[in-house]
Nanobody, 123 residues
């Protein structure tokens, strides 16, 4: 099992960004997939997750609808689309996976992790 996340960048406040998570060794549609983030000096927090098929999604309330998690089974890839970015969204974002149909925003559930990708929101 291999998880590789990417797409982090420096963006201006109000901007948008899409993160990608390419997986290998399993079918992304059969695993629960999630995105977490960790800001400097803070604990890692769940952002969004998606269940195995049929897909259902779960989002952290704090993101107020500014993120969307999705997946493309043909590319074995999960995405996190972020919009209206704020400086407080600055963090290292991690993709995570687990061989379990349901999903939750608790890092304890997830056995497989990407290396993280840096998102910086600054003017």
């Amino acid at each position: 099992v291999h998880v590789v996340d990417s797409g982090g960048d420096l963006v201006h406040p109000g901007g948008s960004l899409r993160l990608s998570c390419v997986v290998s060794g399993f079918d992304v549609a059969t695993y629960a997939m999630a995105w977490f983030r960790q800001a400097p000096g803070k604990e890692r927090e769940g952002v969004a997750c998606i269940t195995s098929d049929p897909a259902k999604t779960l989002y952290a309330n704090s993101l107020n609808g500014r993120v969307t998690i999705s997946r493309d089974a043909t590319k074995n890839t999960v995405y996190l689309q972020m919009s209206s970015l704020k400086p407080e969204d600055t963090a290292v974002y991690y993709c995570a996976a687990d061989n379990f149909p349901a999903c939750q925003l608790s890092e304890d559930q997830y056995a497989f992790w990407g290396q993280g990708t840096q998102v910086t929101v600054s003017s």
